[in-house]
């Protein structure tokens, strides 16, 4: 059974950092393009940001330039290096392959002084 386990999540002040892993089963990561996505409370689920198999990246414009997304193949994780957060980033997190309607428990990040 192919799983997806998010973790890095906490909380923070605002203008911190966190570093969200995705650690998956088997080979899912490797094989396939990847995103990150997050969902505040009384929102929609909303697309924050992916990588390809080759390590193209891309980002919503509300996180670009401080949000980071990689992969480490070997390791079959994920990871968003999240700097700088706002108050606003507050959500759960989940990762999955791009283009799938799977979703795991998600970690919580919370940004608040």
């Known amino acids: 059974q192919v799983q997806l386990v998010e973790s890095g999540g906490g909380l923070v002040q605002p203008g911190g950092s966190l570093r969200l892993s995705c650690v998956g089963s088997g080979s899912i990561i490797s094989i396939n393009d990847m995103g990150w996505s997050r969902q505040a409370p009384g929102k929609e689920r909303e697309w924050v940001a992916s990588?390809?198999?080759?390590?193209?990246?891309n980002y919503a414009d509300s996180v670009k330039g401080r949000f980071t997304i990689s992969r480490d193949n070997a390791k079959n994780t994920m990871y968003l290096q999240m700097d700088s957060l706002k108050s606003e980033d507050t959500a759960v997190y989940y990762c999955?392959?791009?283009?799938?309607?799977?979703w795991g428990q998600g970690t919580q990040v919370t940004v608040s002084s």
């Open positions: 999955n392959p791009v283009g799938s309607t799977s």
């Open positions: 990588i390809t198999r080759g390590g193209s990246t």
